[in-house]
């Protein structure tokens, strides 16, 4: 393959073929179903009551057709970086001055957690704002997830995917731009920070995590509410961590049974969505069914549930390391009062140079598809200095 291939921006349609959905109706159709859980509710892992009516949903209501064609009214593309295809969703706005801006998902989630936000962020004067708040939006796959399709070598850890990210910019003609992550895509942001320091001019994130210090005088500054949020972390980490060490050290093992059966691919999704989002009782709580189950089709329709599971085996097992020494690009924190891993801001500003800090009423790990309105105001107040 020539150079000019290989950099090509090449236009991209989503266009499952029909066998593929047929198929995913006759394994739903015969789903092997486990023996009932012995405990109440979520504590032994999702409800077999819930999760029985959630995959009849998707077998005879659910339109996938509609969800490809939401996803095919945005403009789609693939380009091959360091061998790696990316998928990257690139919305330019109708304003001449808008700064471009990067956003990167993490797992389980995918393109699809910014629908709802890709229109005010390009488009402000359309969706009650300024046409100084626009930004051209650039939304990339993960390489291994999703639209971007299986890895085919290892290697894909944080610093590579950061990398990747920088040379996409330089190719769609980004010399300046503002960067956002949440969950995986905010460790990517804060290495795309470090590895492109002259072009990345701010980031913004709504995840980080803070531990407690092992300096006695730093935790003795702690207030009882700084506590109360670590401790929140630390109490939740035995009961929610099993996904993350499975992954981190038994990828393969997994995918067997998550690319062969598609009702285990939404249970392994859903929980994560149970547990992480401002939700009571279900995931719905928080957000639309159809939408959580567009983000299970791009892992179940893609195969990718292996290749994104190995995310967190790189992760465990880096090909480099990571950045250092504190960040000094200018950083933004939006916390929501529902994440579990809710950051304390004096941990915080030893590693990096936060100068805006928000605390949101509402919305959980997956914010920008739980509360699009205030990610969204989040984003443009903290991106006005740097325009």
Do not use: C
């Not at 209501?61 to 360091?82: G, V």
């Not at 999704?269 to 089709?297: G, Y």
């Amino acid at each position: 393959m020539n150079e000019d291939v290989q950099t090509a921006i090449r236009p991209f349609e989503l266009s499952i073929p029909q066998a593929a959905l047929d198929d995913l109706a006759a394994r739903l159709d015969a789903t092997r179903w486990p023996d009932e859980p012995t405990a109440p509710g979520w504590s032994q892992g999702v409800p077999s009551t819930y999760l029985k009516e959630l995959a009849a949903y998707w077998r005879t209501t659910y339109d996938w057709r509609e969800q490809e064609a939401q996803l095919n009214r945005l403009p789609q593309f693939t380009t091959t970086i360091d061998g790696a295809d990316i998928h990257f969703l690139h919305i330019r706005s109708p304003e001449p001055d808008a700064l471009p801006l990067l956003i990167t998902h993490g797992w389980p989630g995918s393109v699809v957690e910014f629908l709802d936000v890709i229109g005010p962020l390009t488009d402000p004067r359309s969706h009650r704002g300024a046409s100084t708040d626009a930004f051209d939006v650039v939304i990339p796959s993960i390489p291994g997830y999703g639209l971007s399709g299986p890895t085919r070598e290892g290697g894909w850890d944080i610093p590579r995917v950061a990398e990747a990210w920088a040379e996409l910019m330089r190719r769609l003609g980004y010399r300046r731009y503002g960067a956002q992550g949440g969950d995986w895509g905010h460790s990517i942001t804060l290495e795309l920070a470090a590895v492109a320091s002259e072009q990345v001019v701010a980031i913004h994130l709504n995840t980080l995590l803070t531990l407690p210090p092992d300096d006695p005088a730093v935790a003795a500054e702690l207030t009882d509410e700084d506590w109360a949020r670590l401790n929140r972390l630390l109490e939740a980490e035995p009961e929610m961590s099993g996904y993350a060490k499975i992954q981190g050290t038994r990828p393969q093992t997994l995918s067997y049974a998550l690319t062969d059966s598609p009702v285990g691919q939404l249970a392994w999704i859903a929980e994560k969505f149970k547990e992480w989002t401002d939700s009571a009782d279900v995931p719905e709580d928080a957000i639309s069914r159809d939408r959580l189950l567009t983000n299970v089709m791009l892992y179940w329709l893609t195969a990718t549930a292996g290749s994104s599971a190995r995310h967190y085996w790189e992760a465990a097992h880096p090909s480099k390391p990571t950045r250092a020494s504190r960040l000094a690009t200018p950083t933004g924190i939006a916390v929501f009062a529902a994440d579990i891993a809710r950051p304390v801001r004096r941990l915080a500003e030893q590693d990096h140079n936060i100068v805006h800090w928000s605390e949101l009423p509402r919305g959980g790990h997956f914010a920008a598809v739980e509360q699009p309105d205030l990610f969204t105001a989040d984003v443009r107040t903290f991106f006005r200095r740097f325009r």
